[in-house]
């Protein structure tokens, strides 16, 4: 249960796009569809922003959205607003009931 | 409305055991599909899964802590016990507690975090 591959800190400017890649292995992320992604801001819980790869739970905006290629999934923010600078964290299943969370990534709106 | 909060010691020893309870409300975890699991975060770093209990009491633990960790749950109060024996200061973290569902509705995700509880060993 490697933790899978992010960048340590990803920025952009306001109403830009930015991607956050998440790299994983064969054993993880490129063998199930079960890839989600987090938003935490300081002190504050975790919350659920993409499920099952590219899902977006109820209330989550549609400027978040996810992908996967083969063993790296990507989180992409559009249309950048200074209240999405927080922590992003990937999280994959690796079998056996097992998960295993990204080291994860600060995004900073400049 | 589904909720979850964490309660425990602030404060450990090294070699102590900690016993951290978390208390949901909103669901029941005899519902087919319903898991709670433990995740930690270490200040300043990443979250960490830890152990996972299933509506049918199957239990699961990460690879490098399993001989360390037991999970259960106390259907009748809503709660899931985490016990973690033998605490080293590298141990010191905020735990949360979170549910998942084993399918339908954000299938494989944790749809619903705690507010976690913050954890120090130190002697």
């Known amino acids: 249960q490697s933790a899978l591959t992010q960048p340590a800190s990803v920025s952009g400017s306001p109403g830009q796009s930015i991607t956050i890649s998440c790299t994983g292995t064969?054993?993880?992320?490129?063998?199930?569809?079960?890839v989600s992604w987090y938003q935490q801001h300081p002190g504050k819980a975790p919350k659920l922003m993409i499920y099952?790869?590219?899902k977006r739970p109820s209330g989550v905006s549609n400027r978040f959205s996810g992908s996967k290629s083969g063993n790296t999934a990507s989180l992409t923010i559009s249309g950048l607003q200074a209240e999405d600078e927080a922590d992003y964290y990937c999280?994959?299943?690796?079998?056996?009931?097992?998960?295993?969370f990204g080291g994860g990534t600060k995004l900073t709106v400049l | 409305q589904v909720t979850l909060r964490e309660s425990g010691p602030a404060l450990v020893k090294p070699t102590q055991t900690l016993t951290l309870t978390c208390t949901f409300s909103?669901?029941?975890?005899?519902?087919?599909?319903?898991?709670v699991s433990w995740i930690r975060q270490p200040p300043g770093k990443a979250l960490e899964w830890l152990a996972r209990i299933d509506w049918d009491d199957d239990k699961y633990y990460s690879t490098s802590l399993k001989t360390r960790l037991t999970i259960s749950k106390d259907t009748s109060k809503n709660q899931v016990v985490l016990t973690m024996t033998n605490m080293d200061p590298v141990d010191t973290a905020t735990y949360y507690c979170?549910?998942?569902?084993?399918?339908?509705?954000?299938?494989?995700?944790?749809?619903?975090w705690g507010q976690g509880t913050m954890v120090t060993v130190s002697s």
């Open positions: 064969s054993s993880d992320v490129g063998s199930y569809n079960l």
């Open positions: 099952e790869g590219s």
């Open positions: 979170a549910r998942m569902m084993d399918h339908g509705d954000y299938r494989g995700a944790f749809d619903i």
């Open positions: 999280c994959s299943y690796a079998g056996g009931s097992t998960w295993v």
């Open positions: 909103g669901f029941s975890l005899s519902t087919s599909a319903m898991c």
